[in-house]
């Protein structure tokens, strides 16, 4: 299936994207298997989202779909049905901090 | 005709700055990599296109780039930096144990003999190496595991492996120095290292003369002596004649000997430079007066650079990493401030202009001599 996914603007300049990134990945669609998909698509993208030694979300980067935040869900946790069948995109957000 | 190349990292990004011999007028290409952290990048020195940098942000974490045209392109290369085994705890703020964690890289030194070789110093403090031009990444762990490692604490920026030397007459002798645990040296390629902290005396720790703990904050070497290191520490500027084995104070009749850079002018090993920082809790130069002092008699005796130089209402600081040397005769000096001036002497310290005067906060400065 086919999943879409926005980055935050420093990771798309990074992995040199423009807007959001399609990703072909296999069922079922969860957190894991859709950063799994990016990360292979996009390898300068390693370590980045999720943390190397952890591969826990970084603290300062945040999942929301759907109109719902996703990011303290499981990352083996089912994606809502929208974003599963490509209606809408995994917003990765970065958070306002900093000043 | 000759060219200099100063590669520039800031809190925003990085730079660079290309002049011909006479460092008179000025290319500035950037940002790159805008809005990341760039705490260091570095050319090889046998191959001076091959480009490292350190990018890094509190969002996403360290990543590395690579340049094989001298900056003209850049394609990441790796950045999963592990600690060895299991990675133990070392001393928090508070004295209590606190598990190491890798933060961001605070230096990359490339080999001086092959330019797929590079070292990373890392916070928290730990020393990497790849022998593939930076995309896998191996932990030289003889340092953490040295027995002090978990008495090492933090300084205020942070407990960073900031300082990578690499002795041009013996490949297996290296030097780093971390904050605040001190200064190490290896004579075996990086497998086992010991400390060089003999004749440091750090008021505030508890044992003013211990093995580790002191807060350097930076060293230079001469290529030409290899043996003689001259350190920037938290208070005081040193020098030691036998490679690290002991130092001597060589404050001399600096304003105040608190400071972050040092170098040593690239064709006399006796002419060094430092920027005098009135204390650890006011990070600016005494006085509002931005001077460099160069000491031709290796410390000791110092004397103020200032023509071209702010002598008023200056209130920036000049990081650790954030001066360098060019191999030109004269010799070309440059700094790079928390203001984000960037500033050039052509002619060994004589005589100062800034290159650009509105980067973001500089925090550091390497050169490149081309052909």
């Given amino acids: 299936m086919m999943v ?40 300068m993208l390693l370590g980045t989202i999720r943390d190397h030694a952890t591969q826990q979300r970084r603290a300062f980067l945040r999942f929301f779909a759907c109109e719902r935040d996703l990011s303290h869900e ?20 970065g958070a306002v901090a900093g000043g | 005709m ?3 190349r100063v590669l520039v990292g800031t809190r925003k990004g990085a730079f660079i700055l290309t002049s011909v011999g006479k460092r008179e007028n000025w290319n500035v290409s950037g940002p790159h990599f805008a809005g990341w952290e760039i ?18 942000s509190g969002w996403s974490g360290q990543v590395v780039q690579r340049s094989n045209d001298g900056g003209a ?9 592990l600690y060895e085994g299991v ?21 990359l030194e490339p080999s001086l003999t092959d330019p797929d070789v590079v070292y990373a110093g890392a916070e928290d403090a730990a020393l990497f190496r790849s022998n593939d031009g930076g995309k896998n990444w191996e932990e030289l ?8 490692g978990p008495h090492w604490q933090p300084g205020a920026g942070g407990m960073c492996l900031h300082t990578i030397i690499l002795d041009p007459s013996d490949a297996k002798r290296m030097y780093i120095a971390i904050s605040a645990a001190g200064a190490f040296r290896t004579d075996d390629g990086g497998k086992s ?12 720790i508890p044992d003013p003369t211990a093995e580790v703990g002191h807060c350097v904050h930076h060293i230079a070497m001469h290529r030409d002596r290899p043996e003689v290191l001259f350190m920037q520490k938290h208070w005081d500027v040193m020098r030691s004649d036998n490679a690290g084995d002991l130092w001597t104070e060589v404050s001399g009749n600096l304003p105040t000997d608190f400071g972050f850079v040092i170098d040593v002018h690239a064709h006399e090993p006796e002419t060094i430079y430092v920027v005098p920082i009135k204390s650890d809790g006011e990070h600016f130069p005494p006085d509002g007066k931005l001077r460099v002092y160069r000491s031709r008699s290796g410390g000791n005796e110092w004397e103020p650079l200032t023509k071209g130089l702010p002598q008023s209402n200056c209130y920036v600081n000049v990081l650790r990493d954030a001066m360098a040397v060019d191999a030109l005769d004269k010799c070309g000096v440059y700094f790079g401030t928390t203001g984000g001036q960037v500033y050039v002497s052509p002619d060994a310290g004589d005589s100062w202009t800034p290159i650009v005067r509105d980067l973001p906060a500089v925090l550091s400065v390497e050169v490149q001599t081309l052909p």
């Fill in chain 2, 141 to 148: 762990a003889g340092l953490r595991k040295h027995g002090s």
């Fill in chain 2, 2 to 4: 000759s060219q200099v």
């Fill in chain 2, 73 to 81: 392109t850049w394609e990441t290369v790796g950045n999963k930096f």
């Fill in chain 1, 74 to 93: 499981s990352p083996d946790a089912l994606l809502p049905e929208a974003v599963a069948s490509g209606e809408e995109p995994l917003l990765v957000i």
């Fill in chain 1, 4 to 43: 879409r996914v926005l980055l935050p603007a420093h990771l798309r300049a990074l992995a040199r994207v423009d807007g959001e990134v399609k990703v072909e990945i296999e069922e079922p669609a969860t957190q894991r298997n859709v950063l799994d998909a990016v990360e292979a698509s996009y390898p």
């Fill in chain 2, 39 to 56: 705490f260091h990048l570095k050319g090889s020195p046998v191959d001076p296109n091959r480009l490292y940098v350190s990018q890094s």
């Fill in chain 2, 87 to 107: 990675p133990g705890t070392h001393q928090w703020y508070d004295g209590t144990p606190h598990p190491w964690e890798f933060k961001r890289v605070w230096h």
């Fill in chain 2, 193 to 204: 290292w010991i400390p060089i902290n003999q004749g440091l005396r750090s008021e505030h």
